[in-house]
């Protein structure tokens, strides 16, 4: 059974996220990414990077995560449709 625990909170001062894998940070480009939508490839980056940017501005907002009955975080949560108290 599926445990769900909250992980804390996500600011967004940009009005978007994005999710990538900080082991390759140092190849991102800020104003490359910064054009970007959706699901994107970026040139020399051995990854994918995913930006979120259609949910209604800047605040922070709750991450959640559901763990397996090892412990193992399965599930992650960001709730975009609602702000969480400052």
């Known amino acids: 059974m599926a445990k769900t625990k909250k ?6 001062d940009s009005g978007r996220l994005i999710i990538f894998d900080p082991a390759y940070a140092a190849f991102l480009e800020n104003r490359w990414i910064a054009s970007a939508k959706g699901t994107v490839m970026v040139p020399n980056f051995k990854g994918e990077v ?3 940017d259609s949910f209604g ?3 922070k907002f709750p ?3 559901e763990f397996d009955d ?3 975080l399965q599930t992650v ?4 449709s609602r702000k ?3």
């Open 57 to 59: 501005g800047d605040g």
């Open 50 to 52: 995913v930006t979120l």
């Open 70 to 72: 090892h412990g193992l």
């Open 77 to 80: 949560v960001i709730d975009l």
């Open 7 to 12: 992980l804390g909170t996500v600011t967004v």
């Open 63 to 65: 991450v959640s995560g």
């Open 84 to 86: 969480a108290s400052q």
